[in-house]
């Protein structure tokens, strides 16, 4: 709980004029998505066993259900200051129940093994997050921008952000263990470490690198957790220290690329309207391929009837080479859900935008337009807004 309302909330307060939104909308709709994907993973359940009965309150229960308001969470990096709290709320309920449906499809029916959600909630969301910037881009194309700095951080806010990537980084193995099979915690634990530690150090040498000779916050806020993402999956608990070190590093190092080359070069392809404010497939997206790749491969190699002297029937449900081909398609599937059901939750977002909106389209990047600011917060003028 402490990765999803502290570090997710305080990760996404980079924007210098959005800090209300920003850890307050991350605080609506992580409870909300909490109680809903709850609800919605006990009727998966009931139908899985077809079987109606009563949603269990577990431990397990309430650690799914986390999981899903994560990958929400995700998904509203991406609009981060260009959507209005009610559709927020849309693409909470949307993304909420796709997200239980791609994890009951993966998990329960296929049973693949993606303990940290690798897949299931990094790459899903991911991609959902391209989905639903592509269905809104001519509302996002069309919406008045700042061309001050508005869409800008500073000294405080990146630091707010960086104190949301410490709280996650420090929480991640616990993240990516919870739901490791028993007697494997340690290893996705230690991995996880080894992954996150990696990533964190090649954040500050490539960002160095590609940047002439200087670090970017931004690139140090998302980067260094770019491990705990690429070993969130099934080839955590089998793999060995010098892999995880290896997933750390090449996760870090693309979510660096994006951040300096991919994501200017697609902004200025689409006009602004395939813009990311956080950066999300850069780091979620990137890592979360890693980790789908890095299982695939590390599980259709291992070639053993025991793992650490556990039976494999223990730690996966499949035997093994048949392992990696769920994994397959794990990932192609959360690849698919998150992309289509990021259009059509899109596009249900942009109906609602044209039927809500004044003739004055809201202000981007700035709480006053939702939220009572004090009296010493900088107002954005409207002479500094151009259509």
């Known amino acids: 709980m402490v990765m999803i309302f502290f570090g997710f909330g305080f990760l996404a307060a980079w924007l210098k004029k959005y800090a209300y939104s920003s850890i307050g909308y991350t605080f609506m709709i992580a409870a909300f998505t909490f ?35 994560a990958a929400v969470l995700v998904t509203f990096g991406a609009v981060l200051g260009k959507v209005s709290p009610l559709e927020l709320l849309i693409l909470a309920v949307c993304e909420g129940f796709l997200y239980c449906l791609n994890y009951y499809i993966n998990i329960r029916v296929l ?13 899903f969301a991911a991609f959902y997050s391209i989905g639903v910037t592509f269905a809104m881009s001519s509302a996002f194309a069309n919406q008045k921008t700042i061309k001050s700095d508005d869409l800008n951080s500073n000294y405080r ?21 919870a739901l490791a099979p028993n007697g494997t915690q340690h290893r996705a634990a230690i991995n996880t470490i080894l992954g996150l ?30 491990g705990g993402i690429a070993l969130g999956s099934g080839h955590s608990i089998v793999i060995v220290p010098a892999a995880a070190l290896l997933c ?23 006009k602004g309207r395939l813009s990311d404010a956080r950066g999300v497939f850069n780091l979620h997206g990137y890592s979360g391929i890693v980790a789908g790749i890095a ?24 035997s093994i080479p048949d392992q990696a081909g769920y ?25 609602i935008r044209k039927g809500t909106s004044g003739p004055e389209p809201p202000t981007p990047y700035t709480d006053e337009e939702h939220w009572v600011v004090p009296s010493n917060f900088q107002r954005t003028l409207k002479s500094q807004v151009d259509a």
């Not at 530690?197 to 998302?222: A, E, L, M, P, W």
């Open 248 to 270: 750390g590093a090449v996760a870090a190092t693309l979510c660096v690329i994006g951040n300096v080359w991919i994501s200017p070069w697609l902004e200025r392809k689409s």
């Open 35 to 69: 109680q809903y994907v709850f609800f919605f993973n006990g009727l998966w359940i009931s139908i899985y066993h077809d079987h109606w009965d009563d949603v269990s309150l577990s431990l397990t229960a309430f650690i799914e259900a986390a999981y899903g308001a």
């Open 111 to 123: 049973e693949a093994s993606d303990p940290g959600g690798g897949m299931t909630i990094h790459l």
């Open 197 to 226: 530690v990696t990533s964190c150090i090649f954040s500050f040498i490539v960002s160095r690198t590609f940047r002439r000779k200087h670090f970017d916050i931004r690139d140090i806020q998302n980067a260094s957790l770019a």
């Open 157 to 177: 806010s990146d630091l707010f952000a960086l104190l949301g990537t410490m709280f996650l980084f420090v929480f991640f193995p616990s993240f990516n263990c």
């Open 295 to 318: 299982s695939i491969v590390a599980i259709a190699i291992t070639g053993e009837n025991t793992l650490y002297h556990e039976p494999v029937g223990d730690v996966f449900q499949h």
């Open 327 to 351: 994994q397959s398609a794990c990932f192609i599937i959360s690849i698919g859900i998150g992309f289509f059901g990021g259009i059509i939750t899109g596009g249900i977002m942009w109906a």
